[in-house]
T-cell receptor, first 119, second 110 residues
């Protein structure tokens, strides 16, 4: 039981390049989300999904795309990387999501993050 | 504005020296307050959920309490392995969002 698996662990991109951060979970959680963590800013929600085929924007969605074709996977795409996207990215999952409403009665389970540097 | 503030930003303790971390919030319609522990290079790890004022939860040397305005994470006789950043998050507010504090970085010296 791996929980939440993120790949890669580290990535360096040049400005303008695109890439996909992978997130896979084996806990059968409905809710999946992407956060970025920056010093002095804390955790900020980028995008989230309450089930396959359903995604929505979080607090800082610009420059990122997501899709959810299966329960297990929730990739995050950077369309054209910018230095402002240098950050640590975390995928988090949770139980009990309902359509368009998030039930937080269950805790979030986080992956170990992807450290992205954009030069 | 919905806000979660954690204090202190950093705390250094000697092994065995008990203390408390604070999470104060101005969030309407509290639906839950969460404590997480984050080790360097890792994702946050869930510790506790508190739902209503007066509620308390315990796990080993940690005890979390909740009032209508704040939560405390009490650490009794800490050990070096308790060193980590402790994050507080509150679910509530007009948009029913999860609002995160910036964390308290705890260092316990042997």
């Amino acid at each position: 039981n791996a929980g939440v698996t993120q790949t890669p662990k580290f990535q360096v991109l040049k400005t303008g390049q695109s890439m996909t951060l992978q997130c896979a979970q084996d806990m059968n959680h409905e809710y999946m989300s992407w956060y970025r963590q920056d010093p002095g800013m804390g955790l900020r929600l980028i995008h989230y999904s309450v089930g396959a085929g359903i995604t929505d924007q979080g607090e800082v969605p610009n420059g990122y795309n997501v899709s959810r074709s299966t329960t297990e996977d929730f990739p995050l795409r950077l369309l054209s990387a910018a230095p402002s996207q240098t950050s640590v990215y975390f995928c988090a999952t949770g139980r009990g999501a309902r359509v368009r409403l998030i039930s937080y009665n269950s805790p979030l389970h986080f992956g170990n993050g992807t450290r992205l540097t954009v030069t | 504005e919905d806000q979660v503030t954690q204090s202190p930003e950093a705390l250094r303790l000697q092994e065995g020296e008990s203390s408390s971390l604070n999470c104060s919030y101005t969030v309407s319609g509290l639906r839950g307050l969460f404590w997480y522990r984050q080790d360097p290079g890792k994702g946050p790890e869930f510790l506790f959920t508190l739902y209503s004022a007066g509620e308390e939860k315990e796990k080993e040397r940690l005890k979390a309490t909740l009032t209508k305005k704040e939560s405390f994470l009490h650490i009794t006789a800490p050990k070096p392995e308790d060193s980590a950043t402790y994050l507080c998050a509150v679910h509530g507010g007009n948009n029913r969002k999860l609002i995160w504090g910036l964390g308290t970085s705890l260092a316990v010296n042997p």
